[in-house]
């Protein structure tokens, strides 16, 4: 039996991308190097010896690609600023190219009906900020570049994302060392996550104050964690892990404080030296939980995960199991669209925000032209399929889901996988930078057109 599933009407069908990703031209007009650029032409970082050098061209050929976005009937667009094009010093003096850049690619998106949706912060730090996010200062600073892009672009751009997944800015890149700056040291990585989550909670009202009519939120990773058996250590390794990706960002957002199971996790582990430490002054809570418009949700994969062997002496004990090889993208993440449902649902229940955006999901798969330039990337067409429609029955479940934003437009440089892991909907040849829109760019655009999906 086939059933369409209708999505509301105005749905933000969208697609999305980042600054350091796709722009390139790291040094062009004045910008400043960022965090990933120096840590990208860091030996041993990055797959390959990759950088964003160059990336996708997207700072000189940004008309081609709006032009294309609208071929491909999108109505909505998730891109990121680059801090240190904006402010090459990180504070001061604005390098009026790099608005510029942003002006125009703005005008471009208006003049294609195409809504704007801005990320402040996509990791791309100006790598002049002493100290990166261990600085309280860096936050002050967030605030200042808040408030220039919200007076210069906020005529015209009314949908922000303040800062994409703090958890990676913070866990991944001061903790796990995968990430710039490539620090492994987890009490800094805590200090890092509270100066993210801060900095968005500041900007808030500096963004609605120069942006009449602004929409703000933040952009999280959440996902759920599975275990193999419930016995108390694996549900004990699970609440831990799920401490540390989900409620150790969604539960200050939201007013509760950082959640007493993980303070306490940390206080025994040494990575806080007691449940109120210093960095956390009195009125932090109250900033961080400032009221937004909407939640942005990124969503790839669930987590498995077991308990390790010390698990009743260390909570951080946790074994994480990869995913069945016959059920997976190419970045090695199980597919499993069911945890979209299910984390859309969770936090829906749990937190009650407003709105909910998808602001990322998509796969990565390597599949490139044939002979004629078409791609056949049916499996990626699948993935899609699949966690649209559980959008869809989130949506019907009561979930105030109001858009989604497919990761990515185009294929681009994936971080610490460099090059070798191809998300886009649009195919890049990076020796070329010829663009060649894959099936599932041409699939999504009739979901876009029908407002909605069959599923089988
Ligand atoms: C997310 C990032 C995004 C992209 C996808 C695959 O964590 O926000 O930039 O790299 O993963």
Redesign the pocket.
């Known amino acids: 039996m086939t059933n369409f599933i209708h999505f509301p009407t105005n749905f933000q069908w969208g697609a ?3 600054a350091y ?1 796709i722009e390139g031209g790291i040094h062009a007009d004045g910008k400043s190097s960022s965090i990933w650029d120096v840590f990208a032409h860091t030996p041993g970082k990055i797959y390959n010896g990759d950088t964003g050098d160059a990336a996708c061209d997207h700072y000189r050929r940004w008309k081609e690609d709006v032009a294309l976005m609208k071929q491909l009937g999108l109505k909505a667009y998730r891109f990121s600023l680059s801090w240190p094009r904006i402010l090459p010093e990180g504070v001061g003096k604005p390098n009026q190219a790099g608005l510029d850049f942003y002006s125009r690619l703005i005008d471009e998106l208006l003049a294609a009906d195409i809504l704007p949706l801005a990320t402040l912060y ?2 791309d730090l100006p790598a002049v900020m002493p100290g990166g996010w261990l600085n309280s200062a860096t936050t002050e600073a967030f605030v200042e570049y808040s408030a220039i892009v919200a007076k210069t672009l906020g005529d015209r751009v009314k949908n922000w994302v303040t800062i ?2 703090p958890f ?1 800015a913070s866990i991944l890149s001061y903790k796990l060392g995968m990430h710039a700056p490539g620090l492994q040291d987890p009490a800094k990585a805590l200090v890092a996550a509270h100066h993210l989550l801060l900095a968005h909670g500041l900007a808030v009202p500096v963004l609605r104050e120069n942006c009449p009519g602004a929409r703000v939120g933040i ?1 999280l ?1 959440p996902g759920p964690f599975y275990t193999p058996t419930r016995s108390r250590a694996d549900l004990a390794a699970a609440r831990h892990a799920d401490g540390e990706l989900n409620r150790w960002f969604l539960d200050p957002l939201y007013g509760r404080g950082y959640p007493a199971d993980m303070l306490n996790d940390y206080v025994s582990m040494g990575f806080l030296p007691s449940s109120r430490p210093d960095f956390i002054k009195p009125n932090d809570f109250d900033i961080i939980a400032t009221p937004t418009d909407f939640l942005g949700i ?1 969503y ?1 994969t669930r987590n498995r995960v077991m308990a390790g062997e010390e698990i009743d002496t260390n909570p951080a004990s946790v074994v994480r199991l990869s995913a069945p090889e016959d059920n997976q993208t190419e ?1 090695g993440w199980e597919i499993f669209p069911f945890g979209l449902y299910e984390t859309l649902s969770r936090i829906h229940w749990e937190y009650k925000p407003g709105e909910i955006l998808v602001t ?1 999901n ?1 796969a ?1 798969y390597s599949d490139g032209p044939d002979s004629n330039g078409n791609v056949h990337d049916d499996r990626r067409i699948g993935y899609l399929k699949d966690h649209i429609a559980a959008i869809g029955k989130a949506i019907q479940a009561g979930v105030p889901v109001t858009g989604y934003y497919l ?2 437009l185009m294929d ?1 440089f ?2 610490s996988m460099g090059y070798s ?1 191809r ?1 886009g909907i649009v195919y890049i040849d990076f020796d070329t930078q010829m663009r060649y829109p894959k099936d599932s760019a041409f699939w999504y655009r009739q979901v876009i057109q029908q407002n909605g999906l069959t599923e089988e």
């Open positions: 999305a991308t980042a990703q996509h990791w994409n997944e990676c952009a990773n990124n790839y970045m990322e998509g990565s990761w990515s681009n994936e971080w892991q998300f």
